[in-house]
T-cell receptor, first 111, second 116 residues
Framework: KQEVTQIPAALSVPEGENLVLNCSFT??????LQWFRQDPGKGLTSLLL?????REQTSGRLNASLDKSSGRSTLYIAASQPGDSATYLC??????????FGDGTTLTVKP | GAVVSQHPSWVICKSGTSVKIECRSL??????MFWYRQFPKQSLMLMAT?????????EQGVEKDKFLINHASLTLSTLTVTSAHPEDSSFYIC????????????FGPGTRLTVL
């Protein structure tokens, strides 16, 4: 059974700082890994999707990496802004299409 | 990416009533539908998996008689919370899946259910 862990559970940084969020998973037989953002009381916003054959994906200030062999992914946020404050979830998708989510990292970027 | 809609986006109901949530995949055919729920300050947990035209498979701890799932067509799935109770208050999210596009992941915007 796939287990997904996100560390840290919460993170508070000053504006402008670069930061890394971590996601680890126990079963490396995955189709893809996806990072989402969720604002309080809202749905999911997809940030980056990394296929199992890829090592990283970039979008603007975001960069996500994937190391299947070690069961790890990182989400790097450059030059953080207060608007980046949200909960970040990683989801690992199995071959059958089922996704397993981590518990999330709640990020607060202070002005 | 694909467009997925959920209706309603939020609903408040009295305890004991039933609530139906619709999920539509607007531009692709979902052979499989995953239903997730998210309790406050927790992550999304898979409730059930349904394949078009067949019965849903429920995760451990999810009551199949309480959460009725219908996946009658490739573009529409419904989740009915029967005899809702305050502990069913949660955020429900659908995720359609197409075997023809296995590497893509789509989620509905979610439905927030509050049971008084």
């Amino acid at each position: 059974k796939q287990e997904v862990t996100q560390i840290p559970a919460a993170l508070s940084v000053p504006e402008g700082e670069n930061l890394v969020l971590n996601c680890s998973f126990t079963d490396s037989a995955i189709y893809n890994l996806q990072w989402f953002r969720q604002d309080p009381g809202k749905g999911l916003t997809s940030l980056l999707l990394i296929q199992s054959s890829q090592r990283e994906q970039t979008s603007g200030r975001l960069n996500a990496s994937l190391d299947k062999s070690s069961g790890r992914s990182t989400l790097y946020i450059a030059a953080s802004q207060p608007g980046d404050s949200a909960t970040y979830l990683c989801a690992v998708k199995a071959r059958a299409g089922k996704s397993t989510f981590g518990d999330g990292t709640t990020l607060t970027v202070k002005p | 990416g694909a467009v997925v809609s959920q209706h309603p986006s939020w609903v408040i109901c009295k305890s004991g009533t039933s609530v139906k949530i619709e999920c539509r995949s607007l531009d692709f055919q979902a052979t499989t539908m995953f239903w997730y729920r998210q309790f406050p300050k927790q992550s999304l947990m898979l409730m059930a998996t349904s394949n078009e035209g067949s019965k849903a498979t429920y995760e451990q701890g999810v009551e199949k008689d309480k959460f009725l799932i219908n996946h009658a067509s490739l573009t529409l799935s419904t989740l009915t919370v029967t005899s809702a109770h305050p502990e069913d208050s949660s955020f429900y999210i659908c995720s359609p899946f197409s075997g023809g596009r296995p590497n893509e992941q789509f989620f509905g915007p979610g439905t927030r259910l509050t049971v008084l």
